[in-house]
């Protein structure tokens, strides 16, 4: 019966705390989505580079 009082309370304390939170407007949202894309774009193209190097070397010194 403790573990389920201690689960309810948990929940509420979780939900008062939610509410004072500050949340991101929709511009912040979709200006930091758009960043984490690019940047994983750019280093998905990094790593392919790196890889077809290395790959490269390693089939020379084979």
Same mark, same amino acid.
């Given at each position: 019966?403790?573990?389920? &009082?201690?689960?309810? !309370?948990?929940?509420?304390?979780?939900?008062?705390? =939610?509410? &004072?939170?500050?949340? =991101? *407007? &929709? &511009?912040?949202?979709? *200006?930091?989505?758009?960043?984490?894309?690019?940047?994983?774009?750019?280093?998905?193209?990094?790593?392919?580079?790196?890889?077809?190097?290395? *790959?490269?070397?390693? !089939?020379?010194?084979?």
């Amino acid at each position: 019966m403790n573990l389920i &009082k201690n689960a309810i !309370r948990f929940v509420i304390d979780a939900y008062y705390e =939610l509410t &004072k939170a500050t949340w =991101l *407007g &929709k &511009k912040e949202v979709v *200006g930091t989505t758009v960043v984490v894309v690019v940047f994983v774009i750019i280093m998905s193209i990094f790593v392919s580079v790196v890889d077809l190097f290395l *790959g490269t070397i390693v !089939r020379v010194i084979l």
